[in-house]
T-cell receptor, first 109, second 115 residues
């Protein structure tokens, strides 16, 4: 079992849809949870960063962390074609950082 | 303020050769981390450098080595290249030492192909 599992997708939605991206993990020591967006031929770009359980909202993006279930989510409201990218979850404890394999999202106009 | 830059953008090598990849960190950042991203996978942590010293290492063999210079730029060296080393190599810089506590800014990566 991988330490971080991410729904592989690909995911295709119409413009304006609400998108839900999810990851599960096995290491209960993880305390920091991140979501990155990676466009084709680019490096990952940090979208959201949360510490421990709870919700965090930033514009159209909401990150949720449920440590008891070892489950994290990223919600994108009013999705736009420019949101089309691969989304990577990441989590860390101390000096160890692990990424999910990424979910490829396409938002169709 | 300039972002993280990496060179070269693409590189083709043959098995057994050695390669050096370069990274310039974002202005004001003293920590550089290197990642390997295989096709269709998430980045895997190779190692981190802070003030010219290795400060954390992932599960990669010793033929992966690095350097950080006084201006905080960094090099990743890979010896005895293997076919499985073909990947996108990402450099990320951050203003502090802990991977988890600081915002990392990634460069665009170097695409290495080993034939």
């Amino acid at each position: 079992q991988k330490e971080v599992e991410q729904d592989p997708g690909p995911l295709s939605v119409p413009e304006g849809a609400i998108v839900s991206l999810n990851c599960t993990y096995s290491n209960s020591a993880f305390q920091y949870f991140m979501w990155y967006r990676q466009y084709s031929r680019k490096g990952p770009e940090l979208l959201m960063y949360t510490y421990s359980s709870g919700n965090k909202e930033d514009g159209r993006f909401t990150a949720q962390v449920d440590k008891s279930s070892k489950y994290i989510s990223l919600f994108i409201r009013d999705s736009q074609p420019s949101d089309s990218a691969t989304y990577l979850c990441a989590m860390s404890a101390s000096d160890d950082m692990r990424f999910g394999a990424g979910t490829r999202l396409t938002v169709k106009p | 303020e300039t972002g993280v830059t990496q060179s070269p953008t693409h590189l083709i090598k043959t098995r057994g050769q050695q390669v050096t990849l370069r990274c310039s960190s974002q202005s004001g950042h003293n920590t550089v981390s290197w990642y390997q991203q295989a096709l269709g996978q998430g980045p895997q942590f190779i190692f981190q450098y802070y003030r010219e010293e290795e400060n954390g290492r992932g599960n990669f063999p010793p033929r992966f080595s690095g350097l950080q210079f006084p201006n905080y730029s960094s090099e990743l060296n890979v010896n005895a290249l293997e076919l499985d080393d073909s990947a996108l190599y990402l450099c990320a810089s951050s203003p502090g030492t802990a991977l988890s506590r600081n915002e990392q800014f990634f460069g665009p990566g170097t695409r290495l192909t080993v034939l």
